[in-house]
């Protein structure tokens, strides 16, 4: 498949595809009188890449991921190791943004007790 049918079947912009390359997620895409062609098995890396990174997985973690496959270290445990530090990335992400929304639920509950008392 050539880069511009795999961006309309897939909706990533070319650009992302071109980026994903650059930095190493895919090994070096054939191609056909200079234009990009995907086969099978980078149609694979690009539906785990585009699965990791909806799962919110930085790209540098996706970079490792994915190496210790081309490095014939492609170990589970290794893997999960990855698959946790993001998900406690994504935790400490969470918790800050729930002490956000308490900070912001105490200025407004501030502000209420305050607009009831001038009505008094």
């Known amino acids: 498949m050539k880069i511009k049918e795999v961006s309309e079947k897939y909706n990533v912009p070319m650009t992302a595809l071109r980026y994903y390359e650059k930095a190493g997620l895919f090994n070096q895409v054939k191609r056909v009188n200079g234009i990009r062609e995907y086969d099978d098995l980078d149609i694979e890396r690009l539906s785990l890449i585009l699965t990791l990174k909806k799962a919110g ?35 400490d992400e969470i918790h800050q943004r729930q002490k956000n929304l308490d900070t912001l639920d105490c200025l407004i509950y501030k502000l209420k007790e305050e607009n009831n008392e001038n009505k008094q």
């Open 57 to 91: 997985v930085h790209i540098e973690n996706i970079l490792k991921y994915i190496q210790l496959d081309e490095q014939g270290q492609s170990t589970s445990i290794q893997k999960i190791r990855i698959l946790k530090q993001e998900r406690n990335n994504i935790l």
